[in-house]
């Protein structure tokens, strides 16, 4: 099953990861919801390989049958090494391109207040939050794990499905040749 677990990761993995390497390079090092939006359909996407594993594992090599913890299990487990590339794509892209995200983010959410009409008080509020996220996102101790907390959630709702849905062995059951 580890071996299973290390695949199906890589594969996921690959996939979220030379995307948003991708997306970030064609989007200029621009900060947008587009790119948001992007990233996480392709991490819904990327994160497909979950179901795919869970059902290869029931039909093949359980007979037809699997119980739903070992099958969150093996979800959670392709989840986790899906994250980590995700991590090591987004560090390497970060690295390459010499991108300053922090800035990026942070102009574009005040950008963004100020469209609305936000000032004052409210909009210095707000600067001052903005110049701590940077200074913190500047330490890989804080940019790590939000990264990793990016697509993690993403895996754990689509390891949650997947299982629950692949438990019911009638569900999309094995053809038999």
């Known amino acids: 099953m580890l071996r299973m677990i290390l695949s ?4 996921s993995g ?15 090092h ?26 290869r594992r029931r ?3 359980l007979g037809g049958v699997i119980r739903f913890w070992p099958a969150f299990g093996l979800g959670l487990g392709i989840s986790f090494v899906a994250s980590i590339f995700y991590v090591l794509a987004w560090e390497t892209t970060v690295a390459i391109t010499q991108i300053d995200f922090a800035s990026g983010y942070a102009k574009m959410m005040i950008d963004e207040q100020k469209a609305k009409g936000v000032s004052g008080e409210a909009l210095a509020k707000l600067t001052a939050e903005m110049d701590k996220f940077k200074t ?3 330490n890989p101790l ?9 697509i993690f959630p993403v895996g ?18 094995a053809r038999r040749s």
Do not use: C, H
Not at 37 to 45: E, H
Not at 142 to 150: D, G, K, W
Not at 156 to 173: C, D, E, I
């Open 8 to 11: 199906y990761g890589a594969i």
């Open 14 to 28: 690959l996939i979220v990861g030379l995307t948003l390497s991708g997306v970030t390079i064609a989007m200029n």
């Open 30 to 55: 621009q900060s947008s919801s587009w790119g948001m939006v992007i990233g996480y359909l392709t991490m819904l996407i990327a994160l497909s390989a979950v179901f795919v594993a869970i059902k």
């Open 59 to 61: 039909d093949v090599d």
């Open 136 to 138: 913190d996102y500047a």
């Open 142 to 150: 804080f940019r790590l794990p939000m990264t990793f907390a990016e």
């Open 156 to 173: 754990l709702l689509v390891s949650l499905v997947s299982a629950g849905l692949l438990r019911n062995s009638r569900f999309l059951p």
